[in-house]
């Protein structure tokens, strides 16, 4: 043969090799084919579904003013929510229509796992809604930090007034304070003319409220009198548009007397209005705090309320009986750290002596308050540190530890999250009633500031809100279960992290743990065994370390808004079990920086769909 023929045939046989090798790589099976455009149809169908589910979050959100200031959206700005019945009903029928359509005009079989997701969240955010209309009267709306007090802290916290059209909506939406509490009140004397009320100390506690809103100038008539907190954030916001040079002091001085003409008008009389009818209604309410059985229907009521706290089908039997598990095998890990310390006596001696030891409070004085605060702010540095070996996500927003405002601060009121904006203009805030610091045990500060801040709400909500390849309305979606199991569980795993170095901060974490699993007792047993206010005051105290001034206070809470309080721990205990599962399943191929951010990184979803999502990533990584 010749060398030009040896060469042709090396050539044809190269050619015959390379798109042999081209076709093995590139031109699909007919299986592989249809797998390919299959999971194409899959993209297509969900992007479709994100671009319809944003556009109807945008036309939800034109509904909720509110809202939107809260989430940095200055629209609206002048304007309150309407918060009457018809609003609501209008509402509902919307979000009725707006899930018949996504029924009808998306293929859920087409959809990504992640799109299904986003399908189930919405239509299920619609059956949460629908389930609660036979009870929209249950709610006892004017009580403990009703909108007497969280419309001035919405004023007072969100509203940020940067230029002189901030101001004047400002102005604006304290003339809609009238109005609010006019459909507020309708819905309130036709819930009391329905037999629902809330219990005698409910009332005293808003009537105290209105009182510290309402207090000092230009409310009362005493030039010497101290400014009331709404007056107080208006000239500072004034002020600050001075110093900026937005705002002459000849027109400040306009605004001034007009603010002051309208709080001690149209506001003052709309607070008197909202007091009258609190000590009207009170008069006519139990004297005997009793649980919600014991209004119209009160058991469906609870039952309700359970399941939407919940998002999980358990019973409130059920939910009584893991409680006292709970309690049993916590207090089993308490009596080691009791005899780790040496300690001498009984478990229940011992939570008497961590219940009043002097050294385990700061002074009641802004000394101690401050020493309180800047304790915490040790504890979150020092845990920040250790977070990307645990998250592959960390939040971009920042965290602030505040004492809670003087005109809605409560002795032994939980301490609590405020989220910031998802674009980082407002911090994350973690809150702290510390008007009596006999009620914030020492041994309890680093539990608490793991599971307000980091790795808890703060970091929860922040990248909640931070994601990017969500539908939007899934940044803003909360289910009580996830959101405070996910803090519950964050004390535990803080743990895991390395904090609680102290064993009296370890044990001040089982009596954090302890206290959510009483909470599944006493909630239970407040609403559905018909304890008293004391049997579930005596239990309590029986079964954890807890200040008696923080768990009188916790008992009236569990009592105003039933269910609520079941959530902690029921979320907690299923994020530990798909966290089990998973371990179990992948064995050394478990990664935990990776379970925390399929946990993170889908929202706040109902718990049987959290679980569903661990488990598709537990086949997807096998």
């Known amino acids: 043969m010749s060398t030009a023929a040896l060469r042709l045939r090396l050539l044809q046989a190269i050619g015959m090799l390379l ?19 299959s999971t194409a149809s899959q993209q297509t169908e969900t992007q479709r579904l994100n671009a319809w589910l944003d556009e109807q979050y945008a036309e939800q959100l034109e509904t909720s003013p509110m809202t939107k200031t809260a989430l940095g959206d200055k629209t609206d700005y002048g304007q309150l929510d309407d918060f009457s019945l018809a609003a609501e009903q209008r509402d509902l029928e919307w979000l009725r229509e707006s899930v018949t359509t996504m029924l009808s005009e998306f293929d859920y079989a087409r959809l990504t796992d992640d799109g299904k997701l986003s399908y189930d969240m919405w239509k299920f955010s619609l059956e949460r809604a629908e389930a609660g209309v036979p009870y929209r009267q249950h709610g006892y709306i004017f009580g403990r930090g009703g909108p007497h007090a969280y419309l001035p802290n919405f004023l007072i916290n969100f ?12 102005v604006s939406r304290l003339r809609e304070l009238d109005r609010v509490f006019t459909e507020l009140l309708e819905r309130s004397r036709a819930a009391s003319a329905a037999g629902i009320r809330q219990p005698r100390f409910g009332y005293d506690f808003a009537l105290a409220e209105i009182e510290r809103v309402t207090a000092g100038a230009p409310f009362s008539n005493s030039d ?13 916001k004034t002020t600050a548009l001075i110093d900026e040079g937005l705002l002459s002091a000849e027109e400040a001085q306009v605004y001034f007397q007009q603010i002051q003409a309208l709080l001690a008008g149209e506001v003052k009389t709309a607070y008197e209005e909202v007091a009258a009818w609190l000590r009207e209604d009170r008069e006519i309410a139990s004297e005997e705090a009793q649980g919600v059985w014991a209004l119209p229907d009160g058991e469906a009521f609870y039952n309700y309320r359970l399941a939407q706290m919940t998002t999980v089908d358990l ?3 059920e939910i009584h009986q893991i409680g006292l598990d709970e309690v049993a095998r916590i207090q089993a890990e308490m009596e080691t750290i009791k005899q780790q310390v040496g300690f001498d006596g009984s478990l229940q001696e011992f939570f008497t002596f961590m219940r009043e030891d002097e050294q385990f409070y700061f002074p009641n004085t802004d000394e101690g308050r401050q020493a309180y605060l800047d304790l915490n702010n040790k504890y979150l540095d020092a845990i920040a540190l250790k977070l990307p070996d645990y998250f592959g996500r960390l939040p971009k927003a920042a965290l602030e530890v505040r004492r809670v405002e003087a005109f809605r601060e409560q002795a032994g009121g939980a301490q609590h999250y405020s989220a910031g ?7 994350g805030v973690f809150y702290s009633h510390m008007s009596d610091m006999s009620t914030l045990p020492i041994f309890q500060l680093e539990d608490v500031a793991y599971h307000e801040g980091s790795p808890g709400h703060h970091m929860q909500i922040s990248i909640q809100q931070e ?18 199991g996910w803090g519950l569980y964050s004390e535990w795993l803080a743990k895991e992290m390395g904090g609680f170095e102290d064993p009296y901060s370890d044990f001040g974490r089982l009596g954090g743990e302890i206290w959510r699993a009483i909470r ?11 304890w008293t206010e004391e049997e579930a005051v005596q239990y309590f105290l029986a079964n954890s370390p807890q200040a008696e001034g923080a768990v009188r206070s916790e008992i009236k809470r569990y009592i105003a808004t039933p269910g609520q309080a079941t959530a902690y721990k029921i979320g907690m205990l299923k994020i530990q079990e798909v966290r089990r599962n998973a371990e179990q399943a992948l064995g050394e191929a478990f990664d935990i920086r990776e379970f925390h951010d399929i946990v993170l990184g889908a929202g706040a979803l109902p718990l049987p769909l959290l679980e ?11």
């Open 19 to 37: 798109v042999g090798t081209l076709v093995a790589c590139s031109e699909p099976t007919e299986s592989q084919s249809e797998a390919a455009i």
């Open 315 to 317: 019973t409130a039997e």
């Open 224 to 236: 010497s009198s101290p400014n009331s907190p709404l007056w107080t954030d208006l000239q500072s």
């Open 612 to 622: 569903a999502r661990v488990n598709r990533w537990i086949s997807d990584s096998l």
């Open 520 to 530: 599944l007792v006493v909630d239970t047993g407040i609403h559905s065994k018909r």
């Open 467 to 484: 994601l990017e390849d969500v539908p939007k309305f899934r940044t803003q979606y909360r289910t009580t279960a996830y959101t405070e």
């Open 421 to 427: 904006t998802p674009d980082g203009s407002r911090p």
């Open 159 to 170: 509203h940020r007034v940067d230029t002189v059209a901030d101001l004047d909506a400002y």
